[in-house]
Nanobody, 119 residues
């Protein structure tokens, strides 16, 4: 079994910064792609960013130029540096990881962390 634990969410003023972390643990042989999604109340889930094991990244249009995704493969940990935060960034952020446990690939999700940006 694999667990993903997110941390770093909280309340910040508009224009501020937060750094989210997503640490994977358990039966991990390797991790392929990882990423972040977010969902605000009454809105659809939205892609924030993804990163491959080789470091290739992809961003949602609404966060390009403000957010940076990175990962430390040795620690099985992914990060999301969020700068110039806006009230519309308020949402629950959830990470996922496409994990190879040696028996095949399985996508695991974290429990989510709340990010609230005040105006």
């Amino acid at each position: 079994q694999v667990q993903l634990v997110e941390s770093g969410g909280g309340l910040v003023q508009a224009g501020g910064s937060l750094r989210l972390s997503c640490a994977a643990s358990g039966s991990i042989f390797s991790i392929n792609d990882m990423g972040w999604y977010r969902q605000a109340p009454g809105k659809q889930r939205e892609l924030v960013a993804t990163i491959t094991s080789g470091g290739s990244t992809k961003y949602g249009d609404s966060v390009k130029g403000r957010f940076t995704i990175s990962r430390d493969n040795a620690k099985n940990t992914m990060y999301l540096q969020m700068n110039s935060l806006k009230p519309e960034d308020t949402a629950v952020y959830r990470c996922y990881a496409n994990v190879n446990s040696g028996l095949g690939l399985t996508v695991y999700w974290g429990q989510g962390t709340q990010v609230t940006v005040s105006s």
